[in-house]
């Protein structure tokens, strides 16, 4: 029998749901947590062997400096987690208490639809509301046009597009990509108030519209649209594709963001089919992984490129793979202190910036190396905000400011393409 906490806290978010309208996804989160964790480097090796045997989601990856570790541990595998932690003597604290409450106040409560049908860029939307917007932002901005992501299909169907937002012709350009990893929720929000600002400043804010002179925009709002719609309609914690292979029976999906076709399949990355960074039984396995490459590479002079994330508050450059320092290492950092300086203008958050070796962890087979790889010389990884305290559920009440602070990192990268480091 379940016991009576849970089970409370279940009926509990049942009426949320019910009161906000929306129907129960399939994965109950409540009475999961998240775990912040301080290993040594030694004992985080111990915690990865023992987070593999029992399948325990890792929020974060072990981080440099700070060097903590956050996962999701669920009420069944509670007194083991904690068992193993103790007997190791690694330290560790609390930062969600209940997934599932988290998850139903993620949203704000919509009790009635607003007479107007004007669109709201501080809600989270569906893959299908960010298509129609996609059809209907171009059909009302002159500069704004889609385009369409290579074959311009996901695996399972669904419309890969995007949009370009020109004011003129033979401009460099700057690529935007969200949402590549499906329960980053923030990032396609992100890349809507973008193209909208971008939109809505223009001839309004001088910078802004100097910089729209002369860079074009390209914004990719949903990467991998299948997984996104798997987080709204079945998980909420989903972060791969959703592709089925020959080679795995058992798990589905792989990690899009270690399926380039640069240094893949070595460190950071998983030939576990059953792994949250599962790197796929070829490079470009995915074929959203292809579509984008191939999409990115149809663009004549990209100087910019940047795979938007979440959480962890970082902006980040190559190398992945390699400690080793990319060969515009030094330029990269200064753009990324410039970066991260325009960042905490808008909530004095803190950014941490470098190389992704160096901030996060060794990732190989990523978008920003690729890229970099392909002569992007400006080519990033950014991690949106939190640091943890709502991690992948960032509330909707976030979203202006999460959303304002990435469009400030991307004017510094914009503005160093005209002047010419980019
Ligand atoms: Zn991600």
């Known amino acids: 029998m379940a016991p009576l906490v849970p089970l409370i806290a279940t009926m ?36 990865q062997r023992f987070g593999k045997v029992f399948e325990l989601d890792f929020w974060s990856d072990y981080r440099h400096g700070d060097d903590f570790v956050d996962f999701r541990v669920s009420p069944e595998l509670r007194s083991k987690v904690n068992e193993f932690l103790t007997k190791n003597r690694i330290n560790y604290e609390i930062f969600i208490e209940d997934l599932g409450i988290a998850i139903a106040k993620e949203r704000k409560p919509k009790l009635s639809k607003m007479n107007d049908d004007s669109f709201d860029y501080f809600v989270y939307h569906t893959v299908d ?19 369409t992501i290579g074959s311009g299909k996901s695996y399972e169907g669904r419309n890969m597009r995007g949009l370009k937002i020109s004011t003129g012709s033979d401009r460099p350009a700057f690529v935007i990509n969200c949402g590549i990893h499906a329960r980053e929720w923030i990032t396609p929000a992100t890349c809507l108030y973008t193209a909208n600002k971008l939109m809505n400043e223009y001839n309004m804010n001088m910078t802004i519209t100097h910089l729209m002179n002369g860079v074009d925009f390209y914004l990719i709002p949903s990467s991998n649209p299948d997984g ?30 270690r399926n380039w076709d640069f240094h893949w399949g070595e460190a950071g ?14 490079a470009f396995s995915e074929i959203e992984t292809k579509n984008q490459r191939d999409f990115v ?34 330029i990269l950092e200064k753009i990324g202190r410039d970066s991260v300086s325009a960042i905490s203008s808008v909530d004095s958050h803190v950014f941490q910036t470098g190389s992704i070796s160096d901030v996060v962890y060794v990732a190989s087979g990523s978008t920003a190396d690729f890229f970099y790889s ?23 009440d976030q979203i202006g400011k999460g959303a304002e602070e990435a469009f400030q990192g991307f004017m510094v990268i914009a503005k160093n393409i005209p002047l010419g480091p980019c």
């Open 297 to 330: 590479e149809s663009i004549e002079n990209v100087r910019a490129y940047i795979d938007v994330h979440s959480y962890s508050q970082t902006w980040m450059y190559p190398y992945g793979y390699t400690k080793s320092p990319a060969p515009d290492a030094a």
């Open 269 to 282: 990355s998983s030939s576990d089919c059953c792994s949250e960074s599962y790197k796929g039984s070829v």
């Open 129 to 147: 509301e960010i298509d129609e917007w996609i059809t209907s932002f171009t059909k009302d901005n002159s500069f704004a046009s889609v385009v």
């Open 374 to 396: 392909k002569g992007i010389k400006c080519s990033w990884g950014a991690e949106l905000r939190d640091t943890g305290k709502y991690g992948f559920i960032l509330p909707e």
């Open 228 to 257: 996104y719609a798997y987080t709204w309609s079945n998980d909420r914690m989903w972060r791969k594709t959703r592709s089925k292979s020959d080679m795995c029976d058992t798990c589905i999906g792989v990690d899009p963001n």
């Open 12 to 47: 509990k978010i049942l009426v949320l749901f019910a009161l906000i309208g929306i129907s129960v996804a399939a994965v109950d989160y409540t009475g999961h947590q998240v775990y912040r964790s301080y290993p040594t480097p030694g004992e985080n090796e111990l915690l």
